[in-house]
């Protein structure tokens, strides 16, 4: 479904991102472990359209994605940013409509508001407060259903657990799998690699702008390097 | 005195119009220009022109000097905006095309160079500038309260998250600049009609500040602050006539307390409306029953 190939993006002389190539597959969740200043929003951004590439080429569904972020939005990819981004003085229902700005159809928009508040009871008594008074967990909660609200086929998440206690990220990451059970594909990015890998049907590893290695969840979890420099496990001296 | 009141109030709602286009751009999208004063030129000259040499209609030559400094303003803004420039690179490259209008101004022969232009026929009424004011505010509004309006304060607000949603940047930041443009061009053909005179050195970068100064000071995303701003900085050089050479020292002074006291602006994020009055009345109702009744009890 989607599949990056060999990108390059630069920040001035900066090489962000170096020779990356990589593939989502329907109704699957990828994620992108690595550390700080890897690359990983940068790629994210780049798939959104908000950056530009120098090289490569990004398709979707067997189509070359379009330059502009309102395109590829409408082309049904669409990223969470990082840090959430809400509206934080709309209300969390103006919020949720903000989501379906590219919409037209109107009762299907409201059938869609119910959905997120079956998926997420929560912003159902949050309805009328306003965004920016919701507590981390609760607007990452919204930016993941503002994310939804545009109907994706890909839905990008760029550290969803950010800021969150170990409670709120275990709750996250099941939404993202009640998520994906709808049919739609996941792509995230995550400092939390354990929780992350734990859910990932696929996963690469992103170090300075090189993915160094990939695989199943499960396998880039029990890989030694990973564990040692993602999970803090020390290998036992044999 | 009446006239001398009259002058003031002519020269202030023409510099209000001009302000309103840039609240559209600053106040609600949140882009900085400070080459405005090269749009109000564009327009002054255009109109001008039109009417001295041509004989053209008035209103018409107004309505072209808009459109002129509109068509000005998607030159400037394809570019720019579609480099998605941050706000800072853009307001330096507006302020060099602002001087740049101006050094044109100065080396064309239809302006008649720095020279500038004499004999404009004195069409700029009170009574049309009044009524083109009130005209141009009510469309302000409009705009401002419509769709591209919720765009525009969409990416003011945070225009990452804008762009997630799906709002194209690059048209809503070049309508709200088109649409500042044509104000200021109007402003500028009806100033032209009302000194009868015009040279390219009466469009400074210091206008364009003013303009910015008024918005900031009026506050961001309201109509009716920077209005309301642009009238007192329009009459206070007149008031303080009086304090002579502390005229200016005044007027800084005025700017200041105005940011320390009320950082958002005179009106900030907010308007003198029908509803606004409405709200305030029912506040004073429902203070007054309570003073009674705390009467009796003491
Ligand atoms: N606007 C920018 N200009 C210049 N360099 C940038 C810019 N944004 C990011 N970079 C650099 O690009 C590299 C990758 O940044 P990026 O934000 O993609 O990292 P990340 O993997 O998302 O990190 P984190 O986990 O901290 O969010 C970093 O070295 C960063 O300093
Ligand atoms: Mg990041």
């Known amino acids: ?238 | 005195m009446w006239n001398y009141i009259e002058g003031i109030l002519c020269l202030a709602l023409i510099s209000v119009i001009s302000v309103l286009g840039l609240t559209v751009f600053t106040g609600f999208t949140g882009m900085f220009s400070m080459g405005h004063a090269a749009f109000i030129a564009i327009g002054a000259y255009t109109a001008s022109i039109l009417t001295s040499k041509a004989h053209a209609n008035f209103y018409l030559a107004l309505a072209l000097g808009g459109l002129m400094s509109g068509f000005v303003s998607l030159i400037i803004g394809y570019p720019t905006l579609r480099a998605k420039l941050q706000n800072d690179y853009f307001a330096i490259a507006t302020l060099g095309f602002g001087e740049a209008v101006r050094v044109i101004l100065e080396n064309l022969k239809i302006t008649n160079g720095a020279r500038g232009l004499v004999g404009i026929p004195a069409r700029s009424t009170f009574l049309n500038i009044l009524l083109i004011t009130v005209l141009l505010t009510i469309i302000t509004a409009h705009y401002v309260y419509s769709k591209y309006g919720r765009q525009s304060v969409a990416i003011r607000e945070d225009h990452v998250a804008a762009e997630m949603m799906g709002i194209n940047l690059f048209t809503v930041r070049l309508r709200a600049l088109f649409f500042s443009a044509v104000m200021a061009g109007i402003g500028g053909g009806l100033y032209a009609h009302y000194v009868n005179f015009i040279q390219p050195s009466m469009f400074t970068s210091t206008q364009s500040t003013t303009l910015i100064a008024a918005v900031v000071a009026g506050g961001m995303g309201s109509i009716t602050g920077p209005f309301v701003a642009m009238l007192i900085f329009s009459a206070l050089p007149e008031i303080l006539r009086v304090a002579d050479m502390w005229r200016l020292v005044a007027y800084g002074l005025i700017l200041v307390l105005i940011m320390v006291l009320r950082p958002q602006g005179i009106f900030g994020y907010k308007e003198l409306n029908f509803k606004f009055v409405k709200r305030w009345i029912k506040k004073i109702r429902a203070k007054k029953p309570a003073l009674p009744a705390e009467g009796g009890d003491a």
């Open chain 1, 1 to 238: 479904m989607l599949k990056v190939d060999n990108v390059n993006v630069f920040y001035g002389h900066i090489h962000a991102i170096r020779d990356v190539s990589i593939e989502a597959k329907d109704s699957q969740i990828v994620s992108i472990v690595g550390a700080n200043g890897a690359g990983k929003s940068t790629l994210m951004m780049t798939i959104a359209g908000v950056l530009k590439k120098s090289s490569g080429s990004i398709s979707f569904d067997g189509e070359l994605l379009p330059a502009e972020p309102h395109k590829i939005l409408a082309k049904g990819v669409c990223l969470v940013p990082e840090r959430r981004r809400l509206y934080a003085n709309l209300t969390v229902r103006e919020n949720l409509l903000a989501g379906a700005y590219l919409r037209k159809d109107k009762a299907a928009i409201q059938e869609d508001m119910e959905e997120m508040f079956s998926l997420f009871p929560i912003l159902k008594q949050r309805f009328k407060q306003y965004a920016g008074t919701l507590s981390g967990g609760e607007q990452q909660m919204l930016a993941i259903a503002r994310g939804l609200m545009s109907r994706p086929k890909l839905l990008m998440l760029d550290e969803p657990s950010l800021g969150l206690a170990p409670m709120l990220v275990q709750q996250v990451f099941d939404t993202i799998c009640n998520v994906r059970d709808r049919g739609t594909t996941i792509f995230m990015t995550e400092q939390n690699a354990s929780d992350a890998l734990a859910i990932s049907d696929y996963a690469y590893v992103l170090e300075t702008g090189r993915i160094t290695l990939s695989g199943s969840g499960k396998e880039v979890l029990e890989n030694p390097e990973v564990q040692k420099a993602y999970l803090g496990i020390k290998q036992e001296q044999s």
